[in-house]
């Protein structure tokens, strides 16, 4: 059995905090099809995503908005890199935060669109990482208290993974 812990996170705000809509924020290199998927027809739930396309699973293009225009996809091509990523990742947050009153974030991360990653294409490094954790953390300010949530789930480099979930953890703990 395989569980999307993003969705599972999400619902449970829902249901045990009293979260009225929860935004996620995905940017694993790969498009998240299984939770676009779920939320699709659901008002209370945002979705935005950067990814690499086309790459696995296929899915993710911008036209994919969901039945309340409450999907963001900002695919991304292979070889990009930084500047193409911060652009992306600004506009879904922003059109996705927009869109919400009074939210909880939640945010999965993955760090496969790192540079060093063989599973994609894309040329991120850690200061992107700890620039796109602190960039989510403004939005969450301002639109729900701070409130965020982080879903570590993916990248397939070592090296790449451990330095960008430590500037991560570091951006997030303020530094
Ligand atoms: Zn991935």
Redesign the pocket.
């Known amino acids: 059995m395989l569980f999307n812990s993003a969705a599972v996170a999400a619902r449970h705000a829902q249901a045990a905090y009293g979260a009225e809509r929860v935004a996620i924020v995905d940017f694993?290199?790969?498009h998240g099809n299984g939770t676009q998927d779920i939320f699709w027809d659901d008002a209370s739930v945002l979705y935005g995503s950067t990814?690499e396309m086309p790459l696995y699973p296929g899915t993710g293009a911008l036209s994919e908005r969901g039945e309340h225009d409450q999907i963001v996809n900002c695919p991304l091509r292979a070889g990009d890199g930084g500047e193409a990523f911060r652009e992306a990742l600004g506009a879904a947050s922003c059109r996705v935060l927009r869109r919400s009153a009074r939210i909880s974030s939640s945010f999965r991360r993955?760090f496969?669109?790192h540079r060093l990653d063989p599973?994609?294409n894309l040329n991120l490094v850690e200061a992107d990482y700890a620039w796109a954790t602190r960039r989510l953390m403004a939005a969450a300010d301002k639109s729900c208290n701070g409130r965020v949530v982080s879903l570590l789930?993916?990248?397939?480099d070592l090296d790449g993974l451990s330095r960008s979930a430590a500037a991560h953890v570091a951006a997030l703990m303020g530094a």
């Open positions: 694993d290199v790969h990814h993955a496969d669109a599973l994609a789930e993916g990248g397939y």
